[in-house]
C-alpha cells in the first residue's frame, strides 16, 4: 500500500486507509495502537516508533530526539505537538506507540526429551555448540552462575540490570549442567552474550557481524499488535542485510486473548502475538507445547495480521513460550556447528528455517494450522537432514521456473519438501507482508501433482480452525509440500516466481526428508540419560508401523522381563511410567508383531542431595543418602568450565583436606555396576 514500483520509492497514503482533517490528512500514517489526540500537556515526551522511507533521514530538527536508530527505523522522545511536525516530515511513513517489553516467564520442568535434544546429545556427542556465539536480548543474565561460568562475553550492548528470567534463558540455551541435570542445557559449550531488550529494534548490524553473532533469541513481548510494524520491518532488513542470523521469538503467553485491532479483532485464541516484531516475515516465532504434544492454552497463536502462518515452530515448555524459543535457539546453534563443519561457513537463516520446519515434527492439525504452525522442534531429525544434505539452494528471476530432481527410493512412508526465502522488507502499515512471491509444487513421473499446504486466513472463526487444503500460497514467505506412501521414481520439485521481483531476482532455500516405513526408534532415556524415580517418567520413541499396538517391557537390575502393557498405542510416542522407589540399570524392550527393539541400558535413581558435615580450619567432609542398588559414588569438582572428576568412593561419606581441595564446589553422582 505504501509501494508503486520498487519499495520505498512511492509515498503515499494506502487507498483503503481513510483520510481525515487532523494533521493536515496524515493520520493514514499512524498504526492502530496510536490515534492522535488532544492531550492536557501537549509538551510532555513520550517514546514512538517511527518507520522511514528506504535510505531517507528525518529532519534535522529532530536528530536530537533520537534514542534509537536501526536503518529505516527509529525510536524518538516527542511531545504531542513534536508528533504532528514529524507526522509532516515527507520522510517519515509510519509512527507507533513504543510499549515496553515484558519477559515472558519460564515455568519450571526442565526436559529436553519432548524436542529429541538429549537424544542428538547422545548420538552426536561432539556437537555441543562450540565456539558459536548466541545474544540474548532482555535484561543481563547472572554472568556468576555456575552453569555458564567462564562462557560468556559482554560486548557492551547490555542492561547493568540482571533477572532470573535471562539466566532460567541462558542455562536453556547453553547450560552446563554442572549445578543440576536440570542446568543442562542445549549447546553446552557455546558462547552467550546480552543485549538490552528496552532497544526494540534490532542491534546495529556492525555488533553481529564484528562478533560472529548469528542467533539472537528473543523470549520478551509487549501488547498484542496485530499489525506490520516498524519492528516487524527493521526486522526483515536486519536480517536481509545479514543473511546468516538467525533471529528466534516467543509466540507470548496471550493464547486466550483476542486482537483488538485488524481483521482478526475479538476472535478469542487467535492472532493474539504479543508484539509485532514477532510478525516480521525473516524470523522464527516459537509457540509451547506441554510434555503429550499439546499446545499449551497460554501460548499466544497466530494468524499474523495478514493470514500469514505463526507461529512457525512449537516447543517444550510448562506454561511459557519464553523456553521454547530457547530451545530452538539452543538448537539453531547446533545445526550452525554442523554445518561449519562440513562447510567452513555460516548457513544462511533460510536454509536453516526450511531444515528446522522440515524436520519438525506433525502435531495439531495434520500439516499446518495456526496453534503449532508447522510443528514440534524435532532437533534430531533436523539434524539428519542437515548431515545427509537433503538440501538446495537456489536463486530465481521474474517469471522464471526452476526445476529440481528428488529420487525416491522403495520403502518410504513419507516426503515432506519446504521452500524458505528471505523476503525484503515490507512497509509498515502495508495490508499484505509477502514482496516476492514464490510458487512451489511438486510432479512425479506419471504426471500426477501437488500444491503446498495453506490455511483459510479469513477472519472466521470457523476458517481459523480448519484444516489445510492443496492451494497456491501467496502469503508466506515458507511452502510445505508433503506426501505420504510415494511410489518410488523421479519427482520434479517446481519453484516459480511471480513478475514482479524486487530487485529482479530471489535466493531460496529447500530443504526435504524421506521417512521409511516400518522404522522404530527408542530416543528416551539412554545411556547418558537416566530416570529419577518418581510416579510419572515418561519414556519416549520414533515410530513409522502402520500398527496401533504394540507390547512394552521393562528389565530392571537384570531381574527379568516384565509386561508394562500389552497394548501400548504407537502413534503417541511416548509412555508413563511409575518408577516410584525403584533405582538401578534397566532395559526397555518394544515388540511389535515379530519384531523387538531394546533401548540402550539406562540409570534409575532418586536425585542425590550431599550435604555439608563439617568444615573445620584443615578438613571438610560431605555426605549424603545410600542410593539402593548403587556400587560407588564419583565425586567431582567444578572446573573452568565444567564438571571434572575427583574421587570414586564405596561409602556415602567423603573427607577431604582443604588444601587437597580444588574449589568450593563439589557434585557426588551414584554408579551402578
Keep these: 500500500s505504501l509501494r508503486a514500483g520498487m519499495r520505498g520509492e512511492h509515498w503515499g497514503p494506502p487507498k483503503n486507509k481513510k483520510k481525515n482533517s487532523l494533521s493536515k490528512n496524515l493520520e493514514w500514517k499512524l498504526a492502530p495502537n496510536l490515534k492522535l489526540s488532544a492531550s492536557k500537556d501537549q509538551n510532555k515526551e513520550q517514546l514512538y516508533m517511527v518507520g522511514l522511507l528506504k535510505d531517507k533521514i528525518i529532519s534535522n530538527q529532530f536528530s536530537n530526539k533520537i534514542i534509537y536508530a536501526s536503518h529505516s527505523?527509529?525510536?524518538?522522545?516527542?511531545?504531542?505537538?513534536?508528533?504532528e511536525l514529524v507526522l509532516q516530515d515527507p520522510n517519515v511513513t509510519y509512527v507507533q506507540k513504543y510499549v515496553l517489553p515484558s519477559v515472558e516467564s519460564p515455568i519450571p520442568g526442565h526436559d529436553l526429551s519432548v524436542n529429541n535434544i538429549n537424544y542428538v546429545h547422545n548420538k552426536y556427542s561432539d556437537l555441543k555448540g562450540k565456539n558459536i556465539k548466541i545474544s540474548i536480548k532482555e535484561e543481563l543474565f547472572d554472568t556468576l552462575d555456575l552453569d555458564i561460568k567462564n562462557r560468556f562475553v559482554l560486548i557492551g550492548s547490555e542492561l547493568n540490570s540482571t533477572s532470573q528470567h535471562a539466566s532460567a534463558i541462558a542455562t536453556l540455551i547453553a547450560g552446563a549442567g554442572n549445578a543440576s541435570w536440570q542446568g543442562q542445557g542445549v549447546a553446552q559449550e557455546s558462547l552467550i552474550t546480552s543485549s538490552s531488550y528496552l532497544n526494540l529494534l534490532p542491534d546495529a548490524d556492525d555488533i553481529f557481524t564484528a562478533n560472529k553473532i548469528y542467533i539472537q533469541n528473543h523470549s520478551y513481548g509487549s501488547t498484542i499488535e496485530s499489525f506490520y510494524g516498524v519492528e516487524a520491518a527493521a526486522y526483515d532488513e536486519n536480517v536481509q542485510n545479514i543473511p546468516e542470523?538467525?533471529?528466534v521469538f516467543s509466540s507470548g503467553n496471550s493464547g486466550l486473548d483476542s486482537a483488538t485491532t485488524g481483521i482478526y479483532a475479538n476472535i478469542d485464541g487467535y492472532s493474539n502475538l504479543t508484539g509485532n516484531f514477532k510478525l516480521a516475515k525473516n524470523i522464527i516465532t516459537v509457540g509451547a507445547m506441554d510434555k503429550n504434544k499439546m499446545v499449551v492454552d497460554r501460548s499466544s497463536k497466530g494468524p499474523a495480521?495478514?493470514?500469514?502462518?505463526?507461529?512457525?515452530?512449537?516447543?517444550?515448555?510448562?506454561?511459557g513460550t519464553s523456553d521454547a524459543a530457547a530451545l530452538v535457539s539452543g538448537s539453531v546453534a547446533l545445526l550452525q556447528e554442523s554445518y561449519l563443519k562440513m562447510n567452513n561457513e555460516y548457513p544462511r537463516s533460510d536454509l536453516i528455517k526450511s531444515i528446522?520446519?522440515?524436520?519438525?515434527?506433525?502435531v495439531g492439525l495434520e500439516n499446518v494450522d495456526f496453534e503449532t504452525g508447522f510443528g514440534n522442534l524435532d532437533l534430531s531429525k533436523s539434524l539428519q537432514i542437515l548431515n545427509s544434505e537433503n538440501y538446495f539452494e537456489g536463486s530465481i528471476g521474474s517469471d522464471e521456473i526452476r526445476e529440481h530432481e528428488i529420487e525416491i527410493p522403495e520403502n518410504i512412508s513419507s516426503l515432506k519438501i519446504t521452500i524458505s526465502w528471505i523476503d525484503p522488507p515490507a512497509n509498515p502499515g502495508d495490508e499484505k507482508a509477502l514482496i516476492n512471491d514464490l510458487d512451489s509444487s511438486l510432479r512425479s513421473s506419471s504426471g500426477q501433482s501437488w500444491l503446498p499446504w495453506t490455511l483459510d486466513s479469513r477472519p472466521i472463526l470457523g476458517s481459523l480452525m480448519s484444516a489445510a487444503t492443496r492451494v497456491k500460497d501467496t502469503l508466506n514467505n515458507v511452502e510445505v509440500i508433503s506426501i505420504k506412501n510415494p511410489t518410488p521414481g523421479i519427482y520434479t520439485y517446481a519453484v516459480m516466481a511471480n513478475s514482479t521481483l524486487l530487485n529482479d531476482n530471489q535466493n531460496y532455500a529447500v530443504a526435504f526428508n524421506l521417512e521409511l516405513k516400518d522404522e522404530f526408534n527408542w530416543t528416551f532415556p539412554d545411556s547418558d540419560h537416566s530416570l529419577i524415580n518418581l510416579e510419572r517418567n515418561t519414556v519416549r520413541w520414533e515410530n513409522s508401523f502402520d500398527h496401533e499396538t504394540?507390547?512394552?517391557?521393562?528389565?530392571?537390575?537384570n531381574t527379568g522381563w516384565q509386561i508394562i502393557s500389552q497394548n501400548v498405542q504407537l502413534n503417541d510416542e511416548s509412555y508413563d511410567l511409575n518408577l516410584d522407589g525403584i533405582s538401578g540399570t534397566a532395559l526397555l524392550r518394544m515388540t511389535i508383531g515379530e519384531k523387538s527393539y531394546l533401548s540402550e541400558d539406562f540409570v534409575i535413581s532418586?536425585?542425590?542431595?550431599?550435604?555439608?558435615?563439617f568444615n573445620c580450619d584443615e578438613e571438610i567432609g560431605i555426605s549424603w543418602d545410600k542410593i539402593e542398588g548403587a556400587n560407588a559414588y564419583v565425586i567431582k569438582y567444578l572446573g573452568d568450565l565444567y564438571l571434572k572428576e575427583f574421587k570414586?568412593?564405596?561409602?556415602?561419606?567423603?573427607t577431604i583436606l582443604k588444601s587437597e581441595l580444588p574449589n568450593r564446589y563439589l557434585s557426588v553422582s551414584p554408579i551402578f555396576d
Aim: aromatic share 6%.
Design 73 to 83: 527505523s527509529l525510536v524518538l522522545k516527542l511531545s504531542r505537538n513534536d508528533l
Design 606 to 613: 532418586k536425585t542425590l542431595k550431599p550435604e555439608v558435615e
Design 356 to 362: 528446522l520446519i522440515t524436520g519438525a515434527e506433525d
Design 245 to 247: 542470523l538467525v533471529h
Design 648 to 654: 570414586t568412593v564405596r561409602d556415602t561419606t567423603f
Design 550 to 557: 504394540a507390547v512394552l517391557e521393562i528389565n530392571i537390575n
Design 305 to 319: 495480521y495478514d493470514g500469514r502462518v505463526k507461529p512457525e515452530l512449537v516447543a517444550y515448555a510448562t506454561n
